[in-house]
Structure formats: structure tokens, C-alpha cells
């Protein structure tokens, strides 16, 4: 399978059905779903698949594979997926990491692949990231992603108000 990008040390890829047990690593992981809320079932890790596998055919890209050109190892997901701010129509940076990898530069080297692949091959002017307000980690890696809070708002999530911050940056014209 082509991958979609590469940085110095990851393959960025489209997940695949054999990746389920992979995702379930993260998803089902409670620590890892703390700004979800809860830790996902099986049927939700299997929707949550198809729906980036959906996203591939009708926006051209999705969550995908982060695999470790070392080891080969998937250490989770970084992509691009199509999401309302606001009732702004927006693209966003989204990441999520196995556990074992937080805190070794991971997310924000996929994060910054995103954005690249975002501005110079989709053409898109403007990429975000929207973050819940209690998760410091994603939002230092947006900040060191360029990115600056534009706004808040508030999703309804397993009947729970959530406030997320969201944080863009806009491609440069040269």
C-alpha cells in the first residue's frame, strides 16, 4: 500500500480492515479516550474504521495509519478529516497515539506531515485542530504546529457538554 507521506520517522498510510486490532489498542484504552469520555466498544473501534474508510472515497482522506519506519510498528493515527466549527465547514489535523508512544515527538511530527501534505498537495488555505479544553497535550501540539486558538466551542458527546478550543494556522502565499 502507497503511503500518503512519510516524515523522518514515520509511513503515513490508509488504515485497513486488518488494522482493527491495532485501533482497538487505542480506542479501547480509557487513558488514551480521556477527551472522548469513554473507551470505545467493539462495534464503535469497527465504525470508527469504516467511517475514515468512508471519508477516503468521498473526501479523499481521513485518519490514517502512523507506522514506525523502525520497527514497523502502527503507534496510532494522524489525518485530515472534514468537521464544523461554529458552523464553519473546516479541515482538521486530528492524532491519536497509542500510550506507549506519547511524549517522544510522535504527534507533532505527524501533525506537521498533515499540515504539509494539507497545504501543498490538497491546496486547502487553512488547517485546525479542535481540542478539548482539559487535553494539554494536543493543544501544545498544536500550538508547536503553528497553530493559534481562533474560538471555543461546545460539542454534546455521551451527554456531556465538552468545551474544545480551536486552533488554526493558514497556509502562506508566496
Known amino acids: 500500500m502507497s503511503p500518503i507521506y512519510s516524515t523522518e520517522r514515520l509511513i503515513v498510510r490508509p488504515l485497513t480492515s486488518a488494522d482493527i486490532p491495532v485501533l482497538s ?4 484504552d480509557p487513558i488514551a479516550m480521556a477527551a472522548y469520555a469513554h473507551a470505545f466498544s467493539d462495534q464503535e473501534v469497527t465504525d470508527w474504521l469504516n467511517n475514515n474508510l468512508r471519508r477516503y ?3 479523499g482522506y481521513g485518519l490514517w495509519a502512523l ?8 503507534i496510532g493515527q494522524c489525518g485530515l478529516t472534514n468537521q464544523n466549527f461554529n458552523g464553519q465547514s473546516v479541515v482538521e489535523i486530528g492524532y491519536l497515539l ?8 510522535y504527534a507533532i511530527e505527524a501533525a ?4 504539509q501534505y494539507a497545504f501543498d498537495t490538497l491546496h486547502v488555505p ?9 487535553n494539554f497535550a494536543s493543544m501544545n ?13 461546545i460539542k ?3 451527554g456531556i457538554d465538552m468545551p474544545h478550543y480551536g486552533f488554526s494556522v493558514k497556509r502562506e502565499v508566496i
Open 141 to 153: 501540539v498544536a500550538i508547536r504546529n503553528g497553530m493559534l486558538v481562533r474560538g471555543v466551542t
Open 112 to 115: 506537521q506531515g498533515a499540515k
Open 57 to 59: 472515497q468521498e473526501d
Open 156 to 158: 454534546h458527546y455521551y
Open 126 to 134: 487553512e488547517v485546525w485542530s479542535i481540542i478539548r479544553d482539559n
Open 25 to 28: 489498542n487505542t480506542l479501547q
Open 67 to 74: 507506522i514506525c519506519k523502525t520497527d514497523g510498528q502502527f
Open 98 to 105: 497509542q500510550r506507549d508512544y506519547w511524549h517522544q515527538g
